[in-house]
DNA sequence: CTATGTGAACAGCTTCACAGCG
DNA sequence: CGCTGTGAAGCTGTTCACATAG
């Protein structure tokens, strides 16, 4: 069973890769795809795809590996792909509007539901993108939530109004936020955030290449 | 001493935290800090601060904490904050333009010296941003990064090319790219590759707020 | 008495290696 | 044979605890 197994947070982001993985192996026609061809396609390890999988439940066949369709399906039913899922983005600054116009999105089942800002020149404004959106007033957020049940929120605001917005998108319901803005978020409440700070990541880089070159 | 010591890798992202909040401390005229203060403000233990900068040498006195303009500076060098360092953006679609104009970039050390696309509706266009930029075919970028030493790079180009483009610029010189592109860059050479798909990013939030709520 | 620096204990994730099924 | 599933071993990074310095 798989109910209270203690799977590790990598296995969950690879999770994602494989799921990548195997549709592109099912878009080309595959049946069955071995735990050291999927691997081998992501740089990860046979065993690795082994254990990631064998986290909720036996899904191979010893001698013939896994069956793309039911893998897939499987799989997009553990990350719960199979659902549309409602987000919202709180920001429309530059980074908002790359995030409203990204296609990835909606190709893996999310549906963004609301653009809000509460910058007075941006409110109203229609923005282009995959599902054209109004840009509502931050104020407007509780309501957004309980409408179309969302759980999940981009924040794309300015580091200073950060952490003050990130409490108010918990307030109203948002149990997991993608936050851009580099700073660290403390908020009351049971909610997972996950930050991606782009400068953080360059200077990463930055000191990788020279710690390698010198 | 610092020379070949073995750094975990989370430990450089978490210098970059450091970094970000000491210049925090510094403006607000703060002297000194502690391991559990400047911790405590990053959700860090305060071991794992003084590990952390144990791997590059002693920079505190006990009894007092650490001078903040010392390790700021200090910090710096190690991430070689403290010199500007020239990257290239490859793919000027959304994503690449909002990359264009964010000031984060800037604000630590980071300047974009060249777009790079070779939609040919894109080329020659001027784009908006700290810095203005003519959006040049992609076949310039060997003499772009010789010119100016460009040993970093972004690549923001859809799925599809991605792989062919990361290895152009590997072969222009390029040491290290940050892959936007939702695929596995397998690169001959010593490169190092950071990749950031904000769709898995998505995928693992969703996942963590629906096992927590289940 | 306060706070650093660090070896030692611990935990979590990955790799190994092999039993067992097709 | 080939390949999965999985306990055991190994490794890497984090936490603990304390000697040491101010």
Chains 1, 2 share one sequence.
Do not use: W
């Not at 509460?118 to 409408?147: C, E, F, M, Q």
């Not at 003050?164 to 918990?170: I, K, P, R, S, Y």
């Amino acid at each position: 069973m798989a109910a209270a197994e203690q799977v590790p947070i990598p296995a969950i982001r690879r999770l994602s890769l494989y799921l990548r993985q195997l549709e592109a192996f099912q878009g080309a026609g595959r049946q069955t795809v071995s735990s050291r061809d999927l691997g081998h396609s992501l740089g990860v390890s046979d065993a690795q795809v082994r254990k990631d999988f064998g986290y909720f439940g036996q899904f191979g066949r010893p001698g013939v590996g896994y069956r793309v369709p039911e893998l897939t399906e499987r799989v997009r039913g553990i990350l719960g792909t199979d659902k549309k899922t409602s987000v919202v983005l709180v920001g429309v600054g530059n980074l908002g509007r790359a995030l409203i116009a990204y296609r990835g999105f909606a190709k893996r089942g999310f549906e963004l539901v609301a653009a809000l800002d509460d910058d007075p020149g941006k409110i109203g404004v229609r923005t282009p993108g995959p599902k054209p959106l109004v840009v509502r007033p931050v104020a407007d957020i509780a309501s957004v939530v309980r409408s179309h049940a969302v759980r999940v929120g981009l924040l794309a605001v300015p580091a200073p109004v950060a952490q003050q917005v990130a409490q108010l998108m918990v307030d109203s319901g948002i149990r997991g936020i993608l936050n851009f803005a580099p700073v660290m978020l403390r908020l009351n409440g049971d909610v997972s955030v996950s930050s991606v700070d782009l400068a953080v990541h360059l200077e990463q880089l930055a000191f990788q290449v020279s710690a390698c070159g010198a």
